[in-house]
């Protein structure tokens, strides 16, 4: 691996950085030290900084030169509300919060890449690191762009990073197209009528009705969607009922639903919703049913696809770098910022070793052996794109 000499000399203070944050998680939108954190780094390199974007969102920016582009470097800051399983010193501080996805990594290497860029880096243009609250969940993606992230920062292209565990450290993965799929929810209430259990026939019983609406949601997919197009839709709340000899009034469902374009996204919010309305008309009950769309997917662009895999095969050879791999049918809300400027998302390998875990896991951590690695390969596409001598 060809990482830079300079960013490896730092690598004992990249561990405590990480770490650092590792052990003071915050949730979305409520990241203020970690934030803090993030800005005094900025100005310690002699980075302008913008802080309080989106609430907890912090841009810095970085000139050379005179040349005229400008490229966005993107990492996120939130953690999740997880009990940490893990005993080692780092462990997280502050009990029901845990950095179980990396963030805490991607900010580090983000910041570790600034640093460098700002002391040692060869381009002519600006790049603006720009560090996201909110990723999991909340959309601080979409809600930076609300307050201008891009009117006020704008750029010709944007890049993103994330961890995978389950991939060898030293490797990359990337191509064009789909990379992460559209995260959409939904809930719905079965309105029925409550009454004694030894009586059904007196009730309408919400708890069946929502039983055939379930079963209804599984053959969308399985029998109306094309086959060559993924989706998953699941059931993850049914919540109906208190005691054993009374039939409720009500039932509620709710879950998620998953898949790469806007039209499959439109074929289930329909058919969801017409399955859902007409099976409890046919029981003579009544369902109210709200369907979110969350996070659109995340698309690739070809050109900067290319450059940022040009990067990884000029840090990690052309044999670590993984063009063939399936998008993930999880999400991300860097498709926000996709949506707005071209650019392109990588995953670097967070180690396949035994004992590795995936994320959203408690047991889960960021291998600190790959900060210098992803520390390197920001550094590598924002020389790329910013170097007008360079081609592609």
Same mark, same amino acid.
């Given at each position: 691996?060809?990482?830079?000499?300079?960013?490896?000399?730092?690598?004992?203070?990249?561990?405590?950085?990480?770490?650092?944050?590792?052990?003071?998680?915050?949730?979305?939108?409520?990241?203020?030290?970690?934030?803090?954190?993030?800005?005094?780094?900025?100005?310690?390199?002699?980075?302008?900084?913008?802080?309080?974007?989106?609430?907890?969102?912090?841009?810095?920016?970085?000139?050379?030169?005179?040349?005229?582009?400008?490229?966005?470097?993107?990492?996120?800051?939130?953690?999740?509300?997880?009990?940490?399983?893990?005993?080692?010193?780092?462990?997280?501080?502050?009990?029901?919060?845990?950095?179980?996805?990396?963030?805490?990594?991607?900010?580090?290497?983000?910041?570790?890449?600034?640093? %460098?860029?700002?002391?040692?880096?060869?381009?002519?243009?600006?790049?603006?690191?720009?560090?996201?609250?909110?990723?999991?969940?909340?959309?601080?993606?979409?809600?930076?762009?609300?307050?201008?992230?891009?009117?006020?920062?704008?750029?010709?292209?944007?890049?993103?990073?994330?961890?995978?565990?389950? *991939?060898?450290?030293?490797?990359?993965?990337?191509?064009?197209?789909?990379?992460?799929?559209?995260?959409?929810?939904?809930?719905?209430?079965?309105?029925?009528?409550?009454?004694?259990?030894?009586?059904?026939?007196?009730?309408?019983?919400?708890?069946?009705?929502?039983?055939?609406?379930?079963?209804?949601? +599984?053959?969308?997919?399985?029998?109306?969607?094309?086959?060559?197009?993924?989706?998953?839709?699941?059931?993850?709340?049914?919540?109906?009922?208190?005691?054993?000899?009374?039939?409720?009034?009500?039932?509620? *469902?709710?879950?998620?639903?998953?898949?790469?374009?806007?039209?499959?996204?439109? +074929?289930?919010?329909?058919?969801?919703?017409?399955?859902?309305?007409?099976?409890?008309?046919?029981?003579?009950?009544?369902?109210?049913?709200? %369907?979110?769309?969350?996070?659109?997917?995340?698309?690739?662009?070809?050109?900067?696809?290319?450059?940022?895999?040009?990067?990884?095969?000029?840090?990690?050879?052309?044999?670590?770098?993984?063009?063939?791999?399936?998008?993930?049918?999880?999400?991300?809300?860097?498709?926000?910022?996709?949506?707005?400027?071209?650019?392109? %998302?990588?995953?670097?390998?967070?180690?396949?070793?035994?004992?590795?875990?995936?994320?959203?896991?408690?047991?889960?951590?960021?291998?600190?052996?790959?900060?210098?690695?992803?520390?390197?390969?920001?550094?590598?596409?924002?020389?790329?794109?910013?170097?007008?001598?360079?081609? %592609?």
């Amino acid at each position: 691996m060809k990482i830079f000499k300079e960013i490896e000399e730092v690598e004992g203070t990249l561990i405590e950085w990480r770490r650092d944050l590792h052990s003071h998680p915050e949730l979305a939108f409520e990241e203020h030290h970690t934030a803090k954190f993030v800005a005094k780094k900025l100005r310690e390199f002699n980075i302008d900084v913008e802080e309080n974007i989106a609430g907890t969102g912090v841009v810095g920016t970085l000139r050379k030169g005179s040349g005229n582009l400008a490229v966005g470097l993107r990492a996120d800051l939130d953690a999740l509300p997880i009990h940490e399983g893990n005993n080692f010193s780092h462990k997280s501080k502050n009990p029901g919060k845990m950095h179980a996805c990396g963030h805490d990594g991607h900010t580090t290497m983000l910041l570790g890449a600034a640093q %460098y860029l700002s002391n040692h880096g060869k381009f002519s243009g600006t790049i603006h690191f720009i560090f996201q609250p909110a990723e999991e969940n909340e959309g601080g993606g979409k809600a930076m762009i609300e307050d201008g992230l891009f009117k006020r920062f704008p750029v010709d292209s944007i890049f993103g990073m994330h961890n995978i565990p389950g *991939i060898p450290v030293g490797c990359f993965a990337i191509k064009p197209g789909p990379m992460m799929a559209a995260f959409d929810v939904f809930e719905l209430t079965v309105h029925g009528k409550g009454g004694h259990a030894a009586m059904p026939h007196l009730a309408t019983d919400p708890i069946q009705i929502g039983t055939k609406i379930v079963e209804a949601f +599984q053959n969308i997919v399985a029998k109306e969607i094309n086959p060559q197009e993924p989706a998953v839709l699941s059931v993850t709340k049914f919540q109906a009922g208190d005691t054993f000899n009374v039939i409720p009034s009500n039932a509620k *469902i709710g879950g998620s639903a998953r898949c790469f374009s806007e039209k499959i996204q439109l +074929q289930l919010e329909r058919r969801m919703g017409d399955l859902s309305k007409e099976i409890a008309k046919a029981f003579e009950a009544r369902c109210d049913f709200h %369907y979110e769309r969350r996070y659109p997917p995340t698309i690739n662009n070809e050109k900067e696809s290319l450059q940022a895999r040009k990067a990884a095969v000029d840090l990690v050879g052309e044999e670590n770098l993984i063009s063939d791999h399936r998008p993930s049918m999880g999400s991300e809300d860097f498709a926000f910022m996709l949506k707005e400027r071209p650019g392109a %998302y990588i995953w670097i390998g967070n180690g396949d070793g035994e004992g590795s875990c995936m994320i959203h896991n408690p047991l889960y951590d960021f291998n600190d052996k790959i900060l210098t690695l992803g520390a390197s390969w920001w550094v590598r596409v924002a020389e790329q794109y910013l170097n007008p001598a360079q081609t %592609y």
